[in-house]
């Protein structure tokens, strides 16, 4: 068989069809190999990212299809896929697309590449590249496992995921790395994989780990002969961490990166400058213009070297987090104010726009519990957070579905997803969830009400959302708004004039017709697109445009927990000869400055309130992107039920129709839902004339109002 046939799908999509190698007889051989990843190589070098792994996913298809006839042969085309898969790991480091790093380290030691959440793999191989003796495979094997391990623990102390992995690796490949330091020839990019290892054995509490690394490390940077460019590496990596095992302190380590010898990226002189000046309070007070200056020469780097605005704010959102020690300090002194003013000049928004600092933020893990913080006070719960973070945890992932790890338990091991999918909640398990979190949060003390309910806002500092809003409201009978933009809200519109997409979800047609029942007994105007016969460029021009209080879209949300930046609502399912159509975050994230104050944007969309916070309030989701100074937002955390979104769906509109303001209208409708107030149901009816919805519509008999499952997953964000 020719190579063109046996890599078929790779040599359809190839620019150098001509190239000899397709039209030869395939052979196991060193030639037809590097033949192949010279092509290869040639077209990742002159695509996009996304093309990289395309390529890589087809000539990957090509390799599975090779028939062995040896081990040696079986070995050598495994060496061969796990070439091509490292060789793109850094492509997505660099981009930090975390979700699609976690596929290509497992692609790299399995047998198919896949994207498939739950897989199987055998590190093994790679022991098996070092014990044979097969040149092709002895040539190149270091170079590749350097890559590969870089990126493994990159990724793992960034997601805390592939705790078996990371196990294995310790167990029987860690030495093999540590091996590889020597002072006859130094390997590029060594000195980075341990540096990855140094961080992430440091979050997971293993400080044998992090000596032997931080050793090795400090063993070819003291080397006669070791390239001055790398041991800028070196000293950036114990700036961070791992200085406490060299006769070096920390200090020290950031002044060298700061005098000049060396050139560094944009990000770094932040992160130092957030380093050294954050041991305590004051030290940040006197030096925050410098913090400040640091921030905005990292903005003239990202805008010049990312050209699409998605690009550019996923960046910016994923390296937040470096400015933690700066931000740790503020909340640890209650410094709200300042705390907002960092945020504020990160994310550029012109002071006179951003919010005051009557704000709280609420902080989850901290020694003493729950951290809640407002200008100049700090209250905790007084837990054991150890203890708690563990059961929160399990309960997180057994009612949500998630695979949320613990980075200093190594113990601990999240489940796999369920059968329904990650990100969809079990309803068996809403009681424990909810009791758990009321006790960790301690939102049966008084003292933590007074401080959630005098509040304007609440910003959870974590990871990941939690549902403490729906809790607030039904512990404490009222909730503040998730802050979300940190822009200071635009004064609310009358409520006048209504946009409403129904789609075609099971309850959709339902809801938009009770709704418009309800808009209708208000005086209420309201333009209806209903998904059989509407195009999405039409709703979408009437969504832009100013002239709409309140815009209403009932449909399917998308939310991808691996890969947030491509959540989409989906306006209708393609149903005969009606095409599927969906809205990107790109083409509703942001409004003009035509708009004329505030609007409230109700999502009845599953997720629709869904974030990957990674610690960023500029977070990837439409509950981040949907909610700015001119747009408020209602909507869900997780897939919701049909009939409780129903339900909620119509309480809110009476209320907003009865003019309360939209955080008093989510408050309101929230707490009768919870009370399950027949006498709203009969109100209703009469009303709004609705007898004929009166089955369909509230309080069904398979709704338990208490269960956090029904009412929890509703947010009000601004």
Not at 279 to 286: G, M, Q, T, V, W
Not at 497 to 519: A, K, P, Y
Request: charged content about 20%; hydrophobic content about 35%; glycine content about 4%.
């Amino acid at each position: 068989m020719i190579t063109a046939e046996l890599f078929s799908e790779f040599y359809s999509i190839s620019n150098d069809q001509e190239n000899e190698i397709w039209h030869q007889e395939f052979e196991i051989s060193n030639e037809t190999f590097d033949n192949l990843l010279r092509v290869f190589y040639e077209e990742v070098r002159l695509k996009g990212m996304d093309d990289a792994l395309e390529y890589a996913t087809k000539i990957c298809t090509g390799v599975n299809r090779i028939v062995v006839s040896s081990v040696h042969q079986r070995i050598i085309t495994d060496f061969l896929r796990f070439q091509i898969c490292s060789s793109v790991l850094p492509l997505l480091s660099e981009a930090k697309l975390f979700n699609k790093l976690f596929h290509w380290i497992v692609n790299a030691i399995s047998d198919e590449v896949s994207e498939s959440v739950e897989r199987s793999f055998h590190p093994d191989i790679i022991e098996s590249f070092f014990a044979a003796q097969i040149p092709y495979v002895r040539e190149r094997i270091i170079p590749n496992f350097i890559c590969w391990s870089q990126n493994l623990f990159y990724y793992s102390r960034i997601d805390g995921g592939l705790q078996s992995l990371t196990k294995y690796y310790l167990d029987h490949q860690f030495k093999m790395l540590l091996g590889l330091c020597n002072r006859c020839f130094f390997y590029e990019n060594l000195d980075i994989a341990l540096a990855q290892i140094i961080v992430w054995s440091s979050n997971n509490n293993l400080p044998e780990i992090k000596k032997q690394a931080t050793s090795a490390i400090m063993y070819l940077y003291e080397s006669a002969g070791y390239p001055e460019k790398w041991k800028k590496n070196i000293e950036f990596a114990l700036a961070c961490c791992g200085h406490e095992y060299t006769s070096i302190a920390q200090m020290q380590w950031i002044d060298k990166l700061l005098d000049g010898r060396h050139e560094l990226k944009a990000h770094e002189p932040m992160q130092l400058f957030a380093l050294k000046h954050s041991s305590d309070i004051d030290e940040i007070i006197e030096n925050w213009q410098t913090i400040k200056t640091s921030i905005s020469t990292y903005h003239t780097f990202v805008n010049k070297n990312h050209h699409h605005e998605n690009e550019i704010s996923y960046e910016i959102c994923m390296s937040f987090n470096l400015l933690s020690p700066v931000t740790y300090q503020l909340l640890a002194n209650s410094k709200v104010d300042l705390l907002n003013e960092l945020i504020g000049h990160y994310f550029q928004i012109p002071p006179e726009e951003l919010i005051g600092s009557e704000n709280i933020y609420v902080a989850p893990y901290t020694n003493e519990g729950a951290m809640y913080v407002r200008q100049n006070n700090v209250l905790f719960s007084e837990k054991d957070a150890y203890v708690f973070r563990k059961r929160i945890t399990e309960a997180i992932n057994n009612f949500l579905n998630w695979t949320v790890t613990i980075p200093d338990d190594f113990s601990y091991m999240a489940p796999v997803p369920s059968k329904y999918g990650v990100g969809v909640p079990n309803k068996l398990m809403g009681k424990d969830f909810e009791n758990v979190l009321v006790d960790y949060f301690g939102l049966e003390e008084e003292k933590i009400k007074k401080t959630v309910t005098n509040s304007s806002g609440y910003y959870f500092y974590s990871t990941y959302q939690l549902p403490l809003q729906a809790l607030f409201v039904k512990t404490f009978g009222y909730s503040p708004p998730l802050i979300q933009s940190f822009y200071k809200p635009l004064p609310a519109r009358c409520l006048k004039h209504v946009l409403i997409w129904q789609g075609d979800c099971m309850t959709s047609e339902l809801e938009c017709n009770t709704i418009c029942r309800i808009f209708e007994h208000h005086g209420v105007s309201y333009k209806r697109f209903n998904w059989h016969d509407a195009k999405k460029s039409d709703f979408l021009a009437e969504y832009h445009s100013s002239n709409y209080d309140l815009v209403w879209i009932s449909c399917h949300g998308e939310f991808d927990h691996f890969a947030p930046y491509d959540s989409h609502l989906v306006l209708n399912m393609e149903v005969e000869n009606i095409e599927r159509q969906i809205i990107s975050l790109s083409e509703i994230g942001q409004l003009d400055e035509s708009q004329n104050g505030r609007r409230l944007l109700v999502l009845n969309a599953c997720d629709g309130a869904s974030t990957s916070l990674h610690n960023s309030p500029s977070s990837i989701g439409y509950g981040a992107k949907l909610s700015h100074k001119f747009q408020s937002l209602i909507s869900h955390q997780w897939p919701a039920d049909n009939n409780a979104c129903l339900a909620l769906g119509c309480l809110l509109t009476i209320n907003l129709c009865q003019g309360h303001t939209y955080l008093d209208a989510y408050n309101i409708s929230l707490k009768q839902f919870i009370d399950n107030e027949y006498h709203t149901l009969n109100e209703m009816q009469n009303k709004y004339k609705l007898g004929e919805f009166r089955e369909d519509i509230l309080f069904g008999q398979n709704i338990d109002h208490t269960n956090i499952f029904y009412y929890g997953s509703l947010a009000y964000l601004e």
